[in-house]
């Protein structure tokens, strides 16, 4: 698609409820990262994913999070047993990549509000 | 502790004025910076990426400093226009590390009529 495309929008659950947040990158572009925002606040980064190489999860908060990305495509960010504390916005973003990262501005979609209640 | 500053959380100024935005970070060796602007509910868009060994970089009215002395990045809006009005972010990456950026949190910028 024209950019990253994330799904859904928003998001309300309840706390202790799973939640599943889906990412459609640039094609083409092989780094994908979930980043986190909370309101007022910066990007706090959660994952990243590059190619086949093992993600790099240093981001992840607990163990309640995890991610996945089928090849070089679409990835999703689960939450589990949700708490309010996660309420945030979740964004995900892409990037074309090589042995020089930085030189690469990423795209970013616009997001999925959650909100744990 | 590694940290990235941005100057006051918000800034206003007159429609057709400069506008100077700063970064500075401390214990970082970034190899390359980069400014995002974010406007309320949508992502951050990607304007300008400079790298260690460069002084400025320009994009149409956009310019961007790098010091890695000072350990700051000044980025500057010339002829200011309302439409600029957004939150801006500086994001560094580091040197041979195929990792994520680090974002600051940002400066609200304002730019009054």
């Known amino acids: 698609g024209a950019g990253v495309s994330q799904s859904p929008s928003n998001k309300v659950t309840e706390k202790g409820k799973d939640v599943e947040l889906r990412c459609d990158p640039i094609?083409?572009?092989?780094?994908l990262y979930w980043y986190r925002q909370r309101l007022g606040q910066g990007l706090e980064f959660l994952i990243y994913f590059q190619g086949n190489s093992a993600p790099d999860k240093s981001g992840l908060p607990s163990d309640r999070f995890s991610a996945e990305r089928t090849g070089e495509s679409v990835s999703t960010l689960t939450i589990q047993r949700t708490q309010q504390e996660d309420s945030a916005v979740y964004l995900c973003?892409?990037?074309?990549?090589?042995?020089?990262?930085?030189?690469?501005?990423?795209?970013f979609g616009s997001g999925t509000r959650l909100t744990v209640v | 502790s590694q940290k990235i500053e941005q100057n006051s959380e918000a800034l206003n100024i007159q429609e057709g004025k400069t506008a100077t935005l700063t970064c500075n970070y401390t214990n970082y060796s970034p190899a390359y910076l980069q400014w995002y602007r974010q406007d309320p509910g949508r992502g951050p868009v990607f304007l300008l990426l400079i790298r260690e060994n460069e002084k400025e970089k320009r994009k149409e009215r956009l310019k961007v400093t790098f010091d890695t002395t000072l350990k700051q990045s000044l980025f500057h809006i010339t002829a200011s226009q309302p439409a600029d009005s957004a939150t801006y972010l500086c994001?560094?990456?580091?040197?041979?590390?195929?990792?994520?950026?680090?974002f600051g949190s940002g400066t609200q910028l304002t730019v009054l009529p």
């Open positions: 994001a560094l990456s580091i040197s041979g590390s195929a990792r994520q950026l680090t």
């Open positions: 973003a892409s990037s074309l990549s090589g042995s020089r990262q930085g030189t690469y501005g990423y795209t």
């Open positions: 094609s083409g572009h092989t780094a």
